[in-house]
C-alpha cells in the first residue's frame, strides 16, 4: 500500500459503519470508467476482508452482465462461509435485490459493475453509501477516474484506489494526487501479485490463500482505509 492512512485506529477502536439507505446494511459499490481497473478482484476481496475482520455478514452483488463477480461467489460455497449472501441483476433491479439483502440481516454488500460512464453508474451510486473508483497507475487512466468521481460524488463517498503492476518512480503516488481533484479519499495503492489470479480461480481472496504475504496485507490496509473513510463519512 501506499503510505495513505486516513483514520487509523487503535486495536478495539471499531465504530459501527454508517447505512445512509437505512436498514442496517452499508452498500459499497466499485466501478470505473475503463475496463481491467481491477473492480471484481477488488469487489471480491473487499467483501471477504470486512467479514473477517467482524464488519459481516458480507454480500456481494453483481450488476456487470459478464457476472464474474457472482461466480467466483459461487465457487465458495460449501468451502467458506464469507461472504454469506451473493446475487446477480442488472441495474434495474439493484433496489428490489439490495432489500432482499438487507432482509437477510447482512451488514455489508459489495456491488460490482461493468465500466461505464456517469451517466451509466448514476442509478449504482444512488444506492450507495460508497463508491470505490480504481484506476492503474497511468496519468490518464487516474483522471479518467477524478472525472468520474466528481460526477458521481453528490451521490455519495468517493474513494480512490491505484491498482498498478509495479510502477517505478512513484507513479502510483503521483496517479493517487491525481485523483485528488475527483472530489473524494485516497484509499491507496493495491500492487499487482499473481496471488490474487490464483485466490480468486479457486473462489477465494489472499487473505485466505497466500494469509501473511504482502497481496493479503495489501488488502487489510484497504479495508482498514476504506472503513475509515466510511465511519468518516
Not at 478495539?12 to 470508467?33: F, I, K, Q
Request: proline fraction near 5%.
Amino acid at each position: 500500500m501506499s503510505n495513505v492512512t486516513p483514520f487509523r485506529r487503535e486495536p478495539g477502536e471499531r465504530p459501527d459503519l454508517p447505512a445512509r439507505h437505512g436498514g442496517g446494511m452499508v452498500v459499497v459499490a466499485l466501478a470505473s470508467p475503463a475496463v481491467g481497473a481491477g473492480r471484481t478482484m477488488l469487489a471480491a476481496h473487499i467483501a471477504v476482508q470486512a467479514e473477517l475482520t467482524g464488519d459481516g455478514p458480507s454480500g456481494v452483488l453483481d450488476a456487470d452482465p459478464t457476472g464474474a463477480l457472482f461466480q467466483w461467489w459461487n465457487r465458495r460455497q460449501g468451502k467458506m462461509d464469507a461472504p454469506a449472501f451473493g446475487a446477480h441483476c442488472d441495474i434495474g433491479g439493484l433496489a428490489v435485490t439490495l432489500a432482499g439483502m438487507r432482509a437477510t440481516e447482512a451488514r455489508l454488500c459489495v456491488i460490482d459493475t461493468a465500466a461505464g460512464d456517469a451517466e451509466a453508474l448514476a442509478p449504482v451510486a444512488a444506492v450507495a453509501d460508497m463508491v470505490v473508483i480504481p484506476s492503474d497507475a497511468n496519468a490518464g487512466s487516474a483522471n479518467e477516474a477524478a472525472a468520474l468521481g466528481r460526477a458521481l460524488s453528490k451521490q455519495a463517498t468517493i474513494a480512490f484506489v491505484i491498482n498498478c503492476r509495479g510502477h517505478s518512480g512513484g507513479e502510483d503516488g503521483n496517479a493517487l494526487a491525481a485523483t485528488g481533484s475527483g472530489g473524494g479519499w485516497p484509499a491507496g495503492t493495491v500492487q499487482h501479485a499473481n496471488a490474487y489470479a490464483i485466490a480468486m480461480t479457486a473462489g477465494r481472496s489472499v487473505t485466505e490463500s497466500h494469509a501473511g504475504g504482502d497481496a493479503a496485507q495489501n488488502i487489510a490496509e484497504l479495508w482498514r482505509n476504506l472503513r475509515g473513510i466510511l465511519v468518516a463519512g
